[in-house]
């Protein structure tokens, strides 16, 4: 079947079987390879994306499901001139990666977490991070890297 | 000032950020192009015998290349005959697998002995059609009974190895039978300890891509070491020139990506077979079914001491549980029967192992590696006997350690310990949590009756790491005329921060800039001769042979210096804040690193190095856990886990503290929640992330890390491995807190993971007792 879709603001139109993943289809039609895949049961949340600005888990949703809408994956999240969004900048500051293998997902994840709530306590950032596994961090500078970037984010928007 | 020791942040990270790590699915190599995905056909079933396979229905899928079972592998060396073992070898202590008779073949031949066995491999043009072909391919199995468990194991009523005669294949040499040990001892406890099995869980899965392109075998793979990965690979029968491997970027291995797995040659001898490039991803499913795991141990323990807290004896006698096959033959209990008696100075110590094939997974290393199984038991066997005693578990602690004058130190058996300072980091811990108040808080909610209970628990460790520093390590640190710097390591980065680590290593020595060293690993084109990354060993083998190799760049740069400024080579001195060379006392005159090098031959200085240790280090610390068990309903909530780790002079703290934040985590984990489970028919129900309660950051707290430095004299970094520490340390610390907040009510011991249902349990057996 035929999907359009536009990643990353750029629309990408492609015949697919219909049983692909939209994961699969950033990553294999799309040649997007960051959004990687941890599981098989939409528990880990490596394949993270935003969906028309929520974040879905990629390997659950249908590239056919997304037909007609807007993704937006880790590559497409620094400005156009370059620089780093608040998230992955805190991400880097506080050691939030060792392997960088979750990391797509986990920066996806907070990117959309600190969308609904600007600013949240640690527990609200450990509840909302629930979906998403990380093996080397124990979570703890990701937590940080979450509460810094809102700090900053809070920063940025009061100026 | 110098670099080291400040909180730099990692240089690897821009990229993993922006545009994504490269693991082996991301690579767009030319080689690869068109590469066939391949994808195994596992065993169902525990334990069988295999007495035909049809692959006619699958070979007519589309998009089917071929399938292939062990009969297509005529071009494959013939294994070496098994040897027969004469009377009193001593025992097989690897981490080599067994040979001979035990010998693991790379798809099964005519049984299976585990559920996920490799069985077959199907090649497609797509992922989506390898799936669909590879259930088409029909074996016929014959049923066995299963071993499922170490008491079948050991009943020996059904064996894996017919031909051998038993279960067990290896025994260690230590005698655990002499009673006398304990006698005169006024408190003894007795009792068995579980250390279950658990997932290693990296992220990223097993993965290898291979492209065999005129004559030479290229393979891509996820590895922790790519040079002992070509040692292994050429097992298909190429000689170690005709491979190249690569490690990309690796997403965690946490001693699972040891070397490379029997799936992983069996991919590279496909592409060598069928003529074109395979790529293997592992699904989840597959990886918690064929991936090594770890633990898996069941511990006998005995100690006996005085009233007043003296341990006089100790006794620890482990079950090894290998799974299907003997991966590392005796590796992972002999180092838990060196590190039995963890920190202290036990006046007679007996251990002894034994290990046992079972139908399940094989086990091999994971973060730590027969290490913190010693400590889990040691630290609830301190926690036993000052329960038995009536005393404080941290005065018990502190009344045994082994004292800072007595180092080094040489246990009864057999570790080297080199350098510590036990109590100092208990004392640092207790201050922090306010070990005292968080005694009396705990009081108040017993006296109370509260549903909620407080407990706290103690683990102080010390484990060993680069035990096989004779091994070594390699560098080689090039400076080019344009004043940039290549270090090229046999140390294997799969998140730990090598890269910035070493280029630390080079700006401290050389004052080139950080952004002006390149650091690269894992290419056996490029560097054909290293170790790798596991033990905790990167920093002080693979870091002090950076360290050296940019000292001998440096001398040999002073003689070209020396003859540019026209100067004795003695009155060259290099400044290591500006990089920049100066002749002594005249700071106006000064030559850059490229002027330097541009005088020498081909405008390049280089310096090789391989950098051997004669001891392993011994990392120490201790941890405590404050936790809230829910009397009601079992729950345990994890409050606090402070820790004082010590592993030497810190290089750079960011990394440090992310080396033991990953490790408490899975340290927690186990004590927690994680366990690999089967049923009685060796049927994994644990083979999914929607079934393996792998932990998430809702069930943790943040860290509170205390860090002393005692340099070891085993290398001249002074540096010791912080790899393995949170497991090691975190894991008793967690087991003793939620044991400790239920104790009140007469509970003695609950095994790990301490689920709510197995802490509510515990409750109430012991309420009805």
């Known amino acids: 079947m035929k999907v359009e879709l536009t990643v990353n603001g750029k629309d990408i139109t492609a015949e697919v079987e219909d049983r692909t993943l939209l994961v699969h289809f950033l990553r294999d039609t799309a040649d997007l390879t960051a959004t990687n895949i941890g599981c098989d049961t939409t528990s880990c949340g490596a394949c993270t994306v935003l969906l028309d600005g929520e974040s879905v888990k990629s390997c659950t949703v249908l590239a056919a499901q997304a037909d007609g809408q807007s993704v937006t994956t880790i590559e497409g999240l620094a400005s156009d001139s370059g620089e780093m969004h608040p998230v992955q900048r805190a991400f880097h500051t506080e050691h939030g990666l060792q392997c960088g ?23 609200e950032v450990r509840v909302g991070l629930e979906g998403n596994i990380c093996r080397c961090t124990g979570y703890h500078n990701i937590v940080q890297a979450a509460l810094v970037a809102a700090a900053s984010s809070g920063q940025e928007a009061a100026q | 000032m110098s670099i080291l020791g400040t909180r730099v942040i990692r240089t690897e990270d ?20 068109g590469a066939v995905r391949a994808t195994f056909v596992r065993s169902p079933i525990a334990h069988a015998l295999i007495t035909g396979i049809d692959a006619s229905a699958a070979l007519e899928q589309p998009g089917v290349v071929a399938v292939l079972t062990v009969a297509d592998m005529t071009d494959m060396p013939d294994q070496v005959p098994p040897e027969p073992e004469p009377e009193g070898v001593p025992p097989a202590e690897g981490p080599m697998p067994l040979g001979g008779l035990w010998a693991e073949p790379l798809l099964a031949v005519d049984r299976v002995r585990f559920v996920g066995e490799p069985v077959a491999l199907v090649l497609t043009d797509s992922t989506y059609q390898g799936e669909d072909a590879a259930e088409l391919v029909s074996v016929d199995y014959e049923p066995l009974p299963a071993v499922a468990s170490i008491e079948a194991s050991l009943a020996g009523e059904t064996l894996l190895y017919p031909d051998a005669g038993t279960n067990v294949c290896v025994r260690g040499r230590g005698e ?140 620890l006698d482990v079950v090894q549980d290998t799974g299907g096959y003997a991966r590392m033959s005796g590796f992972l209990p002999m180092l838990t029967n060196l590190m039995a008696p963890g920190v202290y100075d036990i006046p007679a110590v007996q251990a002894g192992y034994k290990v046992v094939l079972t139908n399940a997974t094989p086990i091999a290393a994971y973060r730590g590696a027969g290490r913190p199984e010693a400590a889990a038991t040691i630290e609830r066997a301190v926690d036993w006997f000052a329960a038995e005693a009536g005393l404080d578990p941290a005065q018990v602690r502190r009344l045994n350690f082994i004292r800072n004058d007595q180092f080094p130190f040489v246990t009864k058996t057999g570790a080297p310990y080199d350098s510590g300072d036990y109590e100092g980091a208990l004392d640092k811990v207790l201050a922090a949590a306010g070990y005292d108040e968080l005694r009396a808080e705990q009081r108040s909610r017993r006296e109370a009756g509260a549903t909620r209970q407080l407990g706290i628990g103690l683990a102080s460790y010390v484990e060993i790491t680069a035990a096989d520093g004779a091994a070594g390590e390699t560098a080689k640190v090039e400076v080019h005329d344009d004043g940039r710097a290549t270090v090229y390591t046999g140390s294997s980065a799969h998140g730990q921060g090598h890269h910035t680590a070493f280029a630390m290593l080079v700006n401290a020595e050389l004052g080139i800039p950080m952004d002006r060293i390149e650091v690269i690993h894992g290419d056996t084109d490029l560097i054909p001769d290293g170790i790798g990354t596991y033990a905790s060993r990167s920093l002080q083998l693979g870091g002090s042979a950076v360290h050296k190799a940019a000292i001998e760049v440096k001398d040999e740069a002073a003689k070209h210096a020396a003859e540019l400024f026209e100067a004795s080579e003695s009155d060259v001195v290099l400044d290591a804040e ?77 990394l440090l503290e992310g080396q ?110």
């Open chain 1, 101 to 123: 293998y979750c990391t797509p997902g986990m920066v996806m994840a907070i990117v959309s977490l600190l969308k609904e709530n600007p600013s949240p306590t640690e527990e």
């Open chain 2, 14 to 33: 821009p990229r993993l950020l922006t545009s994504g790590g490269v693991y082996v699915d991301d690579l767009r190599e030319p080689e690869l192009a």
């Open chain 2, 176 to 315: 655990v039978t002499d009673d006398s040990i304990f006698d005169g001892c006024e408190v003894v406890v007795e009792g068995d300890v579980v250390n279950q099995r658990v997932a290693c869980l990296p992220m990223e899965g097993r993965s290898t891509a291979a492209a065999w392109v005129d004559g030479k075998l290229t393979v891509w793979a996820s590895t922790q070491n790519a040079q002992i990965a070509r040692l292994i690979l050429t097992a298909i029968g190429l000689p170690p020139e005709a491979i190249r491997v690569v490690a990309p970027d690796v997403g965690g291995g946490f001693g699972a990506k040891i070397g490379i797995d029997r799936e992983s040659i069996v991919v590279a001898w496909a592409a060598k077979h069928v003529g074109r490039p395979v790529r293997w991803v592992e699904t989840r499913s597959e990886n918690l079914l064929a991936m090594t795991q770890g633990r898996a141990q069941r511990h006998h323990i005995k100690i006996g001491g005085s009233k007043d807290g003296h341990i006089r004896a100790y006794r």
């Open chain 2, 578 to 654: 500006t990089g920049t060379w100066h002749i002594a006392g005249d700071p106006d005159k000064s030559l850059t690193w490229s002027q330097v090098v541009s005088a020498a031959d081909q405008g390049l200085i280089v310096a090789n190095v391989r950098f051997t240790a004669d001891r392993p280090t011994f990392p120490f610390g201790t941890h405590l856990s404050l936790v809230e068990v829910d009397t009601e309903t079992g729950k345990v909530t994890l409050l606090r886990h402070v820790t004082a780790d010590d592993a030497g002079p810190v290089l750079n703290p960011i």
């Open chain 2, 660 to 769: 033991r934040h990953g490790g408490i985590a899975q340290g927690a984990a186990q004590a927690l929640c994680e366990e690999i489970l089967y049923d009685s028919d060796g049927n994994p129900l644990t083979s999914t992330l929607a079934d393996y309660a792998a932990i998430t950051a809702t069930e943790l707290p943040s860290f509170e890390l205390l860090t002393s430095e005692t340099p070891t004299p085993g290398n001249p970094l002074g540096v010791k491995g912080i790899g393995e520490a949170g497991t090691i340390g975190a894991t008793p610390a967690v087991h003793n807190a939620v044991i400790d907040a239920v104790s009140h009510l007469g509970v003695r011991h609950i095994d790990m993971p301490m689920t709510p249902e197995r802490v509510w349990t515990a409750i109430q057996k012991a309420s009805t007792e």
